[in-house]
């Protein structure tokens, strides 16, 4: 039997075994749900969320139905400004031919308060010159010269399920990946010399890149396992929650299916290596963990560009950068349903290169003396 | 051409500054126990770890049944089996699994793996415990079950570095009589201790290691010479 079958097996029994990482993977399958019920929650909670308006003044006639209407509450106050600081979101004096309006820019019920008076004072303005223009018999349609007519390309429902998916599947794809192997992989290296059972797998005559080959295989599965797990509690949680400006349940593009699948499996190869050369640096598993724990900063910052720039649109030589690369081409396959073979191939390379100089690294470090030595 | 089943030629190795074998020669017989004495840091373990290809030597040969360590590393280590003082088990695999893994990475499989390892745990007296994890062992225990999984595969060749010095009495008596077991079966067993009594008691010939240089070589008796004790002799010759 090949070794690197043997140590593959042998590997995925104890991880099978291990709580630490059977937890890991639990935590991701709950934890992904957890905090897309959080997210539904409160943007519900913010869309239907009534603001209160505290006013001085005469309201202007038909004013207040179309405020409440649209969740700001009157409350008449003696002082908008002192009552705009903490007793109400917004405060408003209604003066003849004015309105003035104190409102708090730190505090972000104001915020929102202010964008709703905004938009329906600018309506209400609208309604009172078309009334005013057709009693004096002028046709209204004098105030909009131009008429813009909207045709969108794509559902704008789709449009907002996608740019969530975008940010949010390659997020959860890539940490999940690294964190689900985190474990097994520093079991699988820094554990064999805290353990001290390194130096009988070494006499083995098993030659040692079999060794590395079936280790890595091992921590590629279990990266593997742990992505498909929250991945498909986070899917299974869509078809139950809606989240925000998307009125029904998020799917993902057909494009998008097989180039996650690649994608998974490459950035999977090459984080095992890169975590089992770190971990075979690390004498015990305490160790390990202060070496690996910067990879996770390292690589959520390229997801994280994503959600700041959703329309960054680099040029190739982006797509050279390990995990960047992943990023762009998945938020593409989701939002545009559409691969760029270019840019697939270049972040392909650019991955297994990754992996394939980890995996020297990490067979480098596998064979040295001081592994034994110090 | 010689007999030896472990020859060890002018070797030497430094690590780091640390010169620790200055061109130590010995060689070590099948059918007997060749002991590896000397105290702390004088080269014992460095010594062992470049027979079992552990560590590559700076000069001199190594040869284990014939095979180089250097330019046939596989060849040795089908031949050698290595129990040492650290303990080291995968505690989440049951003492059986243990033995399993290394037997299948030794190239054992099918109805051979099942017959040695049945044999090994039935040799060792370990059907109690084979099915238990290996966390859940006594010391003693973990010990047998690295004795099993280092003879296994029926190497030529038994090194034993400090095997007692992590047990209780009862475990060590154990742990000598399989040494004493294994050269009865002809094997070549190499012993680095530093405990004279049991180095007395059970090598038939010895090299005494001080300073990674030979300082004394032979059979036991001679080693000992007019001293009262193994030990004696071993103090007047480190001390000269």
């Known amino acids: 039997m090949n070794a690197a079958w043997i140590v593959f097996q042998k590997e995925l029994m104890e991880v099978l075994r291990d709580r630490r990482t059977m937890m890991a993977i639990g935590l991701a399958a709950l934890a992904t749900p957890l905090v897309l019920f959080v997210i539904s929650e409160v943007s519900t909670q913010t869309a239907t969320q009534t603001y209160t308006v505290g006013y001085s003044g005469e309201i202007p006639t038909g004013l207040a139905i179309l405020l409440q209407a649209t969740g700001l509450k009157l409350k008449a106050v003696a002082d908008p400004a002192a009552a705009a600081v903490k007793q109400v979101d917004l405060g408003v004096a209604f003066l003849p031919g004015e309105i003035d309006e104190y409102y708090d820019p730190t505090r972000q019920s104001a915020q929102i308060a202010d964008v709703r008076l905004q938009t329906i004072l600018g309506q209400y303005d609208a309604a009172q010159a078309a009334a005013a223009l057709k009693n004096s018999g002028i046709d209204p349609g004098i105030l909009t010269p131009i008429k813009l007519v909207g045709h969108p390309l794509s559902s704008p429902v789709q449009a907002a399920s996608n740019a969530f998916l975008s940010f949010f599947l390659p997020y959860i794809l890539i940490t999940m990946i690294l964190t689900g192997g985190f474990s097994a992989a520093l079991d699988s290296s820094a554990g064999e010399r805290e353990r001290r059972t390194l130096e009988s797998l070494l006499l083995t005559p098993a030659p040692r890149s079999r060794l590395l080959l079936g280790k890595i295989g091992a921590i590629t599965v279990v990266s593997l396992a742990a992505a498909v797990v929250a991945i498909g509690s986070m899917f299974v949680a869509l078809t139950q929650i809606s989240l925000p400006g998307s009125s029904s349940h998020i799917t993902l593009s057909p494009a998008a299916v097989p180039v996650m699948v690649w994608l998974a499996l490459l950035i999977a190869f090459s984080f095992s290596s890169v975590s089992l050369a770190l971990g075979t640096l690390a004498k015990n598993f305490r160790q390990g ?11 959520i910052l390229p997801a994280s560009i994503i959600l700041f720039i959703p329309d960054f649109n680099p040029n190739l030589a982006y797509y050279l950068i390990p995990i960047l690369n992943a990023v762009l081409v998945l938020r593409d396959a989701i939002v545009h349903n559409s691969v760029s073979w270019m840019a697939l191939t270049v972040t392909s390379l650019s991955l297994l290169a990754t992996g394939a100089l980890s995996w020297f690294a990490a067979l480098r470090l596998f064979t040295r003396e001081a592994l034994l030595t110090k | 051409m010689t007999d030896a089943a472990v020859a060890v030629e002018r070797l030497e190795k430094t690590l780091g500054k640390n010169r620790v074998l200055q061109g ?178 059970l090598c038939d010939r010895m090299a005494i290691l001080h300073h990674g240089l030979i300082v004394a070589s032979g059979p036991t008796e001679q080693v000992r010479g007019t001293e009262r004790d193994l030990e004696s002799a071993f103090l007047a010759l480190v001390e000269a």
Do not use: W
Not at chain 2, 106 to 126: F, S
Not at chain 2, 130 to 159: C, F, N, T, Y
């Open chain 1, 289 to 299: 963990q202060a070496y690996v724990t910067p990879l996770y900063f390292i690589t």
């Open chain 2, 24 to 201: 130590i020669s010995f060689e070590a017989k099948p059918g007997e126990i060749f002991g590896l004495l000397g105290p702390n840091g004088a080269g014992k373990t460095t010594t062992l770890r470049i027979i079992c290809t552990l560590l590559s030597r700076d000069a001199g040969t190594v040869k284990v049944e014939g095979f180089d360590t250097t330019t046939e590393p596989q060849e040795v280590r089908r031949r050698i089996g290595v129990v040492t003082a650290d303990i080291g088990v995968y505690p989440r695999l049951s003492a059986r699994e243990n033995i399993e893994y290394f037997a299948k990475l030794c190239g054992l499989m099918d109805g051979e793996l099942t017959r040695k390892v049945d044999a090994v745990i039935e040799r060792l007296d370990m059907g109690s415990f084979a099915k238990q994890r290996a966390e859940s062992l006594s010391s003693g225990q973990k010990q047998k079950v690295a004795i099993a999984r280092a003879i296994v595969h029926d190497p030529e060749v038994l090194m034993f570095d400090e095997p007692t010095s992590n047990l209780d009495v009862l475990a060590s008596k154990e742990v000598r009589e399989f040494m004493v077991e294994a050269k009865g079966r002809g094997k070549c067993v190499i012993f680095s201790t530093h405990v004279m009594h049991d180095a007395e008691r």
